[in-house]
């Protein structure tokens, strides 16, 4: 007899981003481009790579403190006084994960119980779903609209009710870049308020906002004592590998997300976190130059798309951009990146992943473009090739 799985694990599918990245590279080495998964195709800063190779040579080897190195915590601390204003005490309010994605399912199981739900934006991120439901919760999904992937407020205001635990806010947002403008995070602070809700925050790409600063919802009033603010290493410092993140979160909550991460993950790599720690005091002048770099291959990149015949959905924020293939004549999402990687060597995701109900995605695809500008020249060429096609 098979072993018998469990039915949470029936209820959502694998990775259908990092199934495009499997896909791309089962063409062996024909000529193409990677725009599925994110992660730069670049090297990460070099002082950070030589902090953490001076600490494996110098045997720091071990387990680190399993809410994190005590370096890291306090670089944290000291790195969100200097953006924010606000500075969390390191011993009872970060907790170091083994990346956003640890730290989101830490959170949720920290905070949520069978029965709860959780409030999700989509498109989503696809690992917020199966991580309320990993943690026993139902999700309760709320549509971004295009064009500025703007909600209802009424649809919103109609998700909470007595049995709503938390909400899931991305901002910058993957898969669309959108930024949540202080209006909106203020309705959903409301909201939140009124209903006794945490909001749990993945904020990885805080340093990717194009226009104006990055607001963070615990910055609002009354809001620092329920929300949980993920971030992490992975995007602002090009090493999506690493697997380093942290949660910043009131004392009682942050008991209870190190009680969980200790029994997921026990803790992160100990000589990278050394490496993260370094990378966190340098100048406001890295990220200035992070977001220019980035505002630029944007902009390289959506004017190659709509050159090419798709539209292209603005981002705000993030490496991402969220484009509709119906001027190509596809209306099926999955056929057309299958296609897209066959015939033109161009990893792309799938629109249908990012929604509960995969028909508001079927003319979507995601581009990614954190990489070096050989890489989207490459891509470029390629996809001016569809209009041949």
């Known amino acids: 007899m098979p072993i018998r799985t469990s039915q949470k694990a029936s209820l959502f599918g694998e990775s259908v981003i990092r199934e495009m990245t499997r896909l791309f590279l089962a063409r062996g080495d024909k000529p193409g481009v990677n725009l599925a998964q994110g992660f730069p195709d670049f090297p990460a800063p070099l002082a950070m790579k030589e902090a953490a190779c001076r600490a494996i040579m110098n045997d720091v080897n071990q387990y680190a403190v399993t809410w994190g190195a005590r370096s890291l915590r306090h670089a944290i601390a000291d790195k969100t006084a200097r953006f924010y204003g606000d500075r969390p005490d390191p011993e009872r309010e970060i907790t170091v994960a083994c990346g956003a994605t640890e730290a989101m399912m830490a959170a949720l199981m920290a905070v949520v119980d069978p029965g709860d739900e959780v409030i999700v934006f ?15 919760a139902t999700p309760r999904f709320v549509t971004l609209h295009e064009p500025d992937w703007s909600f209802d407020l009424a649809e919103l205001t109609a998700a909470f009710n007595d049995n709503t635990r938390a909400i899931i806010i991305n901002t910058p947002n993957n898969p669309t870049g959108k930024v949540f403008t202080r209006e909106e995070l203020t309705q959903i602070a409301d909201l939140c308020q009124k209903w006794d809700v945490t909001a749990i925050t993945d904020e990885i790409y805080e340093h990717m906002v194009y226009e104006g600063p990055h607001i963070r919802i615990a910055d609002l009033p009354g809001m620092r004592e329920r929300t949980i603010t993920i971030s992490g290493l992975s995007k602002t410092y090009s090493a999506t590998g690493w697997r380093i993140g942290w949660l910043i979160a009131p004392p009682e909550a942050t008991n209870a997300i190190r009680k969980v991460h200790d029994f997921l993950t026990v803790g992160a790599a100990a000589p990278l976190q050394e490496g993260a720690a370094l990378a966190l005091t ?32 603005d981002p705000h924020g993030a490496y991402y951009i969220m484009t509709d293939i119906g001027g190509l004549g596809w209306d099926n999402d999955i056929a057309f990146t299958h296609w897209l990687i066959e015939t033109h060597g161009v990893a792309v995701v799938p629109g249908s992943s990012f929604y509960r109900d995969p028909a508001l995605g079927r003319t979507k695809v995601r581009f990614c473009y954190c990489k070096k500008p050989e890489t989207l020249e490459t891509a470029a060429k390629l996809l001016r090739g569809l209009r041949g096609g």
Do not use: C, H, W
């Open 122 to 136: 989509e498109p989503f991120y696809e690992n917020y779903g199966p991580d309320a439901i990993l943690s026993g």
């Open 282 to 313: 340098f100048p406001d002048e890295y990220y200035t130059r992070l977001t220019n770099l980035y505002r630029e291959k944007r902009d390289f990149m959506a004017n190659v798309l709509r050159e090419t015949g798709f539209q292209v959905y």
